[in-house]
């Protein structure tokens, strides 16, 4: 019934119209045909040994100036002058660009962050209080996937004027863990002890060296910093299993952790308390 | 059944109700087959000893454990045992810092631990499983940006192969070096790229191909050499496993630590 009613509307149309409507329809099919299979040529044969980002970058420019090249193309073949339609443009234009100041700064701040690569996709960031792997990288804003699985869009003006930390860049890190013990403790005994846990631990780098530093005396115990140098990827692993190693150890030498506590002396005096 | 020594690395048959036992100085593997599988087992090995060693055992005497691997395979079989390298570069930490004066030349003979590669023979080998016979260290080769991991180990440096017990967990690397240079060759650490070594066993010892070095000076590029035909130090030597990625060589920079020219070490 539905066909029959459409082929009848169609039989109503005249040649011209026709025929133009199928060379609009062919245009599109054929235009997105290219757009795609260009797309596809560049990313996986012409650009097979470029970063991620790069390849993402001129999937989208190709998309875009396509898209914009078969409207044209429709535009044409429906009979609307492009110059007319240009000026027009350039008119909404001006009027547009005014109206969209922040996302002008947002696309700008992208051709920045493009240009200076200071980070990739697949890298670990952290921006303000948010660290997660990034997905991509657009013209307007970054986005990316924080640990709990939350998506987080990020717009690349905050990301120009914010501290970027790029957690992955380098291939090994060093995880700074501070520790306090107890006054009363053999120092000379903790260091060696530590030592031991990170030349025992298999996540742990023996080469750059653990970095063992005795910080600063605080009010209930020496402060420390037990610096351990791992690859990357190894993070969580050595994480993990590092504090309990300490822990496990500490008991062992009987090496005790500082903890917060008030000496009250009571002096006697004539049988009374002062 | 029983082998020793040498010998655990040569193919076998496991026969129904039997368990394949592999023992190391280190680590202890039972492999075992049921059905269309090979079921294994891996421990570090609690009292230590001296030399490797191969048993068939009752089944009844294999370890009770939750930790044993199923491996599916349909064609059953003889089985393959092969010692491989290591499958990151190696930094030999030497028990000594050595310095190698201008024109001299010295062969260092490199104990590298090996690790237990399975495999089906036939006309399509396949790899069942591998893994390290012995724990080394992580350690970092370079400076932290664009250096490399690597595994570490601290190692004595024989100069003479009399010193070199005969191991069958260990391979030997003979590396020569020569100092063509007007300089003194310090190094403490020696990192080896043992992914493009290949492993040929003699008669007392696992071999890896030998390694040739002229150093030249510090502003010269120095490559490492490679030579693919087996070590002449034993005759006989059989090829039992080729390099993970074979090549001709590598170049110094990435080999001697601790060079004092080389500041960007």
């Known amino acids: ?274 | 059944m029983r082998k020793s020594g040498i010998a655990v690395w040569e193919t076998l048959d496991i026969p129904e109700r039997r368990s394949a036992h592999w023992r190391f100085p280190l680590r202890s593997i039972w492999v075992e087959r049921i059905d269309t599988e090979w079921h294994v087992f891996s421990q570090a090995e609690e009292r230590h000893v001296s030399d490797a060693s191969f048993t068939l055992v009752s089944r009844s005497r294999k370890p009770v454990s939750s930790r044993w691997r199923h491996y599916l395979q349909r064609d059953s079989g003889a089985i393959q045992p092969s010692p491989v390298l290591p499958d990151r570069p190696v930094v030999m930490r030497p028990d000594r810092a050595l310095t190698l004066l201008p024109g001299q030349s010295t062969v260092f003979f490199l104990e590298i631990p090996v690790w237990f590669r399975l495999s089906t023979t036939g006309t399509r080998p396949t790899r069942i499983f591998e893994e390290p016979l012995a724990v080394l260290t992580r350690t970092w080769f370079g400076d932290p940006v664009t250096g490399e991991l690597c595994w570490g180990l601290a190692t004595r440096l024989h100069h003479a192969l009399d010193s070199v017990s005969a191991s069958a967990d260990r391979a030997v690397c003979p590396l020569m070096i020569e100092n063509d240079s007007e300089i003194d060759l310090e190094f403490q650490k020696i990192c080896i790229h043992v992914e493009n070594l290949s492993v040929f066993r003699g008669r007392g010892h696992l071999w890896t191909n030998s390694l040739h070095a002229v150093f030249r000076g510090p502003d010269q590029v120095t490559q490492i050499e490679i030579v693919h035909t087996p070590p002449g130090f034993e005759e006989h030597l059989v090829p039992v496993s080729e390099a993970r990625e074979p090549s001709t060589g590598w170049n110094i920079r990435r080999t001697f630590g601790v060079l004092k020219y080389f500041t960007d070490f």
């Open chain 1, 1 to 274: 019934m539905f066909f029959q009613q459409v082929y009848n509307w169609i039989r109503t149309l005249s040649p011209d119209v026709l025929t133009r409507g199928l060379r609009v329809a062919l245009t599109l099919v054929i235009g997105l045909l290219i757009i795609r299979l260009l797309a596809v040529v560049v990313q996986r044969y012409l650009m097979k040994k470029s970063t991620l980002q790069r390849r993402m970058v001129v999937r989208k420019i190709i998309s875009y100036s396509g898209f914009v090249l078969v409207a044209m193309a429709v535009l044409a073949e429906l009979g609307v002058k492009l110059t007319a339609l240009l000026g027009a443009a350039g008119i909404i234009g001006i009027a547009v660009g005014f109206a969209s100041q922040t996302s002008v700064s947002n696309i700008i701040s992208g051709l920045f962050l493009i240009s200076e690569k200071p980070f990739a996709i697949g890298d670990v960031i952290r921006i303000g209080g948010t660290t997660g792997i990034i997905q991509s990288i657009d013209l307007l804003s970054i986005k990316i996937r924080t640990f709990d699985n939350l998506f987080v869009r990020i717009p690349n003006e905050k990301i120009l004027s914010s501290d970027v930390t790029n957690i992955t860049r380098f291939p090994i890190r060093r995880m700074d863990i501070v520790l306090q013990v107890d006054y009363g403790q053999d120092l000379g005994r903790v260091h060696d002890t530590l030592a031991v846990i990170a030349r025992e631990n298999p996540w742990s780098l023996d080469e750059p060296e653990p970095l063992i530093l005795f910080n600063e005396f605080k009010e209930s115990g020496i402060e420390m910093l037990f610096g351990l140098w791992f690859a990357k990827d190894d993070f969580l692993s050595l994480k993990n299993s590092i504090m309990k190693d300490i822990s496990h150890r500490f008991a062992a030498e009987r090496i005790r952790f500082a903890h917060p506590r008030r000496t009250v002396r009571t002096i006697v005096r004539d049988g009374l308390h002062s």
